[in-house]
């Protein structure tokens, strides 16, 4: 079966946009595998400091494999630009992708951003098992009551991001003069990793009043904005404003959005990252020795390979992993019933975790507020 069942007995589908920057082609298709799933929707892009050819071999990796050309769920951005993560350019980016997976297929549930540099702490069929019985319209977005965030990036001061306008990524340009702070709205503002519904991104891409499109025009001027953006957004707006989980399900050391001032996770930190619950880790450095504990622990995933849920019919982990690279690009090349999953350890005890909150109602608190402070 190769399109999903929609409906609340079913598990969700859950849309990812997967991102780098030159030579990182071998990362997004690392962390592909590593996050892949039949039901699920794909977008990988690569910005403007990667070259055509770079994008080109993107898109023939991606068309070489079987498995992805099968249920045809897996896309690349042919022709991309230039985003400074510290800029407007990268919300304008994560909006962009949003609305490329709306138009390839609306039928998802969540997006989720991940960069190159990301790589998950469960399989597929744990998040999805986890997700299974929430109500699709929540949002995983991490608040922070700590004004330390307003005071590093100034929000009143005046930036402008040149990446929006010259085709490469290029430092942005700060103003002398500050502007005053707004009294139209309140800033809110937190992590940069979300999980967002389908119906929040289609009212910010969308914008069928007028909010999202006045706050974007205020946040094109905002260093980090996408810490402060899709907060503000939700926050602002009585329709949307209830609908918040105060955690992002990411495992990080340090609070900026880019790896810069991240504590890089490695092999001392694996039992920590493993129970903390948490769904997505970062930053990684390439080939480092915890992805391959990541791969082989928690995962179950061979090295060229997709990690198996329970619709791949293949057997034999242990053979395919003794097998050559070419031929593991292929396990997983034989399923069965895409609608069905089989969590593990990981993604019973996440889902033990969301139905407590959903048990004490804090799945739908106005965390916008609550935080307050």
């Known amino acids: 079966m190769r399109v999903p069942a929609k409906g609340p007995r079913y598990p969700p589908v859950l849309s990812y946009w997967i991102f780098g920057s030159k030579g990182e082609s071998n990362k997004i298709l690392r962390l592909l595998r590593a996050v892949y799933h039949p039901r699920n ?12 050819y770079e994008r080109k071999e993107l898109a023939l990796s991606v068309q070489s494999e079987r498995l992805f050309r099968a249920f045809g769920n897996v896309n690349v951005v042919g022709k991309s630009y230039g985003f400074n993560h510290m800029g407007s350019s990268a919300l304008a980016a994560t909006l962009h992708a949003a609305a490329l997976l709306l138009k390839i297929n609306a039928h998802w549930d969540w997006f989720i ?38 005071e590093r990036q100034n929000i009143n001061q005046i930036v402008v991001d040149l990446s929006l306008y010259f085709e490469q990524n290029i430092p942005m340009f700060y103003a002398v003069e500050p502007r005053a702070t707004p009294d139209a709205f309140k800033i809110f503002g937190g992590s940069p990793w979300m999980i967002l519904s389908r119906s929040f991104m289609e009212y910010c891409v969308n914008g069928w009043d007028n909010l999202p499109r006045k706050l974007l025009m205020y946040f094109n001027n905002v260093a980090y904005p996408l810490e402060s953006y899709f907060h503000t957004v939700i926050c602002n707006s009585a329709e949307f404003q209830n609908t918040t989980v105060d955690n992002d399900l990411r495992y990080v ?54 990690v198996p849920g329970k619709w791949c019919l293949d057997q034999g982990m242990n053979a395919s ?13 034989n399923w069965g019933d895409i609608n069905s999953i089989k969590p593990g350890f990981y993604g019973l005890k996440l889902g033990n975790f969301l139905s407590k909150l959903a048990a004490k109602g804090r799945l739908r608190t106005n965390h916008c507020y609550s935080n307050d402070g």
Request: charge should be negative.
């Open 41 to 52: 929707q794909y977008l990988l892009e690569l910005d403007a400091d990667s070259s055509d």
């Open 113 to 150: 951003t991940l960069s190159a540099s990301d790589y998950p702490l469960m399989t597929q069929d744990d998040l999805l098992h986890a997700f299974t019985f929430l109500p699709r319209d929540l949002n995983f977005i991490d608040y922070t009551s700590n004004t330390g965030w307003q």
């Open 253 to 306: 050391i340090g609070d900026t959005p880019t790896n810069e001032g991240l504590q890089v996770l490695n092999m001392p930190l694996y039992e920590n990252m493993v129970a903390s619950g948490s769904v997505f880790a970062r930053p990684f450095k390439e080939g480092d020795p915890v992805l391959q504990k990541l791969d082989k622990s928690v995962l179950n995933r061979p090295a060229e390979g997709v």
């Open 321 to 333: 992993l003794k097998s050559p690279k070419a031929d593991q690009k292929d396990f997983c090349s």
